[in-house]
């Protein structure tokens, strides 16, 4: 066993910051505001309840993928991913101060995004028009930034990690 004068401590070299400022976050909440706004327009109460249930049912289904592909990979992920609820950053993504390979980010991320995509899209035909955009809107305004910032990091030809702070997103040279 190490003793205190033995640890090994990481330095990872800083690549690239995505930094989500407030003026992004703001506009960010607005587009979710209108959506609500549109769905209380569009189905009155029945509206707001839609919201709720597609809120409900798509931050569950984002934590049963992955958990799901965790098991699968026999991957630990407790004391590294939980849920978070801090803009941008929604639903269950790794914790502070937790560096995950980029290749792993992006593979978890496109599996639930496609996996939720596939559910929604067999939904379809046996839930109401507004429940159905409902679901389609808030599972892309979930995955918006998890996608964005997966792009931005493939530009980078080096293996690299990822981390993600309250409102950055961090990429480090593996």
């Not at 033995?6 to 990872?12: A, H, I, L, S």
């Amino acid at each position: 066993m190490a003793s205190m004068s033995e640890r090994t401590y990481y330095q990872y070299q800083l690549l690239r910051k995505i930094r989500f400022t407030p003026l992004y976050n703001a506009i960010y909440l607005f587009l979710g505001i209108v959506s609500l706004g549109a769905a209380i327009w569009s189905d009155g109460i029945s509206g707001v309840l839609y919201v709720l249930l597609a809120w409900g049912l798509l931050l569950w289904l984002h934590y049963v993928s992955s958990r799901t592909i965790f098991l699968m990979d026999q991957y630990t992920y407790r004391k590294r991913w939980g849920f978070r609820s801090k803009l941008p950053w929604i639903g269950f993504l790794p914790l502070d101060q937790q560096y995950v390979g980029y290749r792993y980010w992006k593979r978890i991320n496109l599996l639930i995004f496609h996996i939720t995509f596939l559910i929604i899209i067999v939904l379809i035909p046996f839930v109401p028009i507004g429940l159905a955009l409902q679901f389609i809107f808030w599972h892309i305004w979930i995955s918006g930034p998890r996608l964005y910032s997966m792009i931005t990091a493939a530009m980078i030809r080096e293996e690299k990690l990822i981390k993600l702070d309250n409102s950055e997103f961090l990429i480090y040279k593996a």
